[in-house]
């Protein structure tokens, strides 16, 4: 199956910081989005963005999926923020199934 | 904003019952899915179903697995005989094509 790696796994920033995070797959892809979970447990989606760059105040993102990498970035970060942010990615011509990483495991701190 | 929604939102079981887990996706979505995430570990995908049937499945979606979509609003999924290690969050989520997937806030499962 398709592997999805996340960088850094862990991080922790102070409150006003940018950050930016990776996710590197290995095969072409159909889908591609970003979730951020809260410390509740819930999968907050946060971009579907297969290629290209989308933003969304404090946050954008960008796919460039002929090198098989997406960006997130976080620009002037919260302590809301904190939570994990997963990456998944569904492969080409293999159904509808997200693949997730391992996500990156964000503590921003006051 | 519609959401998916998922009841209830913590089951507690004892090894060996069957439980139900239920899902209201979005109402004009057309695709829904079942994942799970063990506690600390990513999200695993469990199930796809469009057009009332199964169109895709993972090696965790075994016999003890089943799920329904028994009305126009409602998924569900059915875990027959619960065993230790089914315990985890049990995630729903619906989507169109080609516009992603949005995810209920989860069924915390405990399995005793």
């Known amino acids: 199956g398709i592997q999805v790696e996340q960088s850094p796994p862990d991080l922790i920033l102070q409150e006003g910081a940018n950050s930016t995070l990776r996710c590197n797959f290995s095969?072409?892809?159909?889908?591609l989005q970003w979730f951020h979970q809260n410390p509740w447990g819930q999968l907050i989606n946060l971009f579907y963005?297969?290629?290209g760059t989308k933003q969304n105040g404090r946050l954008s993102a960008t796919t460039v999926a002929t090198e098989r990498y997406s960006l997130l970035y976080i620009s002037s970060s919260q302590t809301t923020d904190s939570g994990v942010y997963f990456c998944a990615v569904e492969h080409l011509n293999s159904g509808y199934a997200l693949n997730f990483g391992k996500g990156t495991s964000l503590l921003v701190t006051p | 904003e519609p959401e998916v929604t998922q009841t209830p939102s913590h089951q507690v079981t004892q090894m060996g019952q069957e439980v139900i887990l239920r899902c209201v996706p979005i109402?004009?979505?057309?695709?829904f899915y079942w994942y799970r995430q063990i506690l600390g570990q990513k999200v695993e995908f469990l199930v796809s179903f469009y057009n009332n049937e199964i169109s895709e499945k993972s090696e965790i979606f075994d016999d003890q697995f089943s799920v329904e979509r028994p009305d126009g609003s409602n998924f569900t999924l059915k875990i027959r005989s619960t065993k230790l290690e089914d315990s985890a969050m049990y995630f729903c989520?619906?989507?169109?094509?080609?516009?992603?997937?949005?995810f209920g806030p989860g069924t915390r499962l405990t399995v005793t």
């Open positions: 095969d072409s892809v159909n889908n």
């Open positions: 989520a619906s989507s169109e094509m080609f516009r992603g997937q949005y």
């Open positions: 963005i297969p290629s």
């Open positions: 109402s004009n979505h057309l695709y």
